[in-house]
Nanobody
Framework: QVQPVESGGGLVQAGGSLRLSCVFS????????MVWYRQVPGAQREVVAS???????SYADYVKGRFTISGDNAKSTVYLQMNNLSPEDTAVYYC?????WGQGTQVTVSP
């Protein structure tokens, strides 16, 4: 299992935007698709959005209209564009492909 690798987190003010990237094994992604999760300390990991190898995206209600997934097959990369961020979006964001997890990338949104 090759672990996916996330990047793109950082500190942003409320209302701002960030784009996360997840680089993964193409063969595993083709079989399982991928899921973005997030987790805050003391809470369970929650699903943010998912993306199939066929290009179908789905989103948690709390990010619909603000977050968008897109893929670049040539780069074996999926992006999570996050707009209109709020402090409630502060969390560590993880990319999961198959049963492989990335190390996470911290997103911090200041008021």
């Amino acid at each position: 299992q090759v672990q996916p690798v996330e990047s793109g987190g950082g500190l942003v003010q409320a209302g701002g935007s960030l784009r996360l990237s997840c680089v993964f094994s193409e063969s595993i992604f083709r079989r399982f698709g991928m899921v973005w999760y997030r987790q805050v300390p003391g809470a369970q990991r929650e699903v943010v959005a998912s993306f199939t190898s066929g290009g179908t995206a789905s989103y948690a209600d709390y990010v619909k209209g603000r977050f968008t997934i897109s893929g670049d097959n040539a780069k074996s990369t999926v992006y999570l564009q996050m707009n209109n961020l709020s402090p409630e979006d502060t969390a560590v964001y993880y990319c999961c492909v198959g049963d492989g997890w990335g190390q996470g990338t911290q997103v911090t949104v200041s008021p």
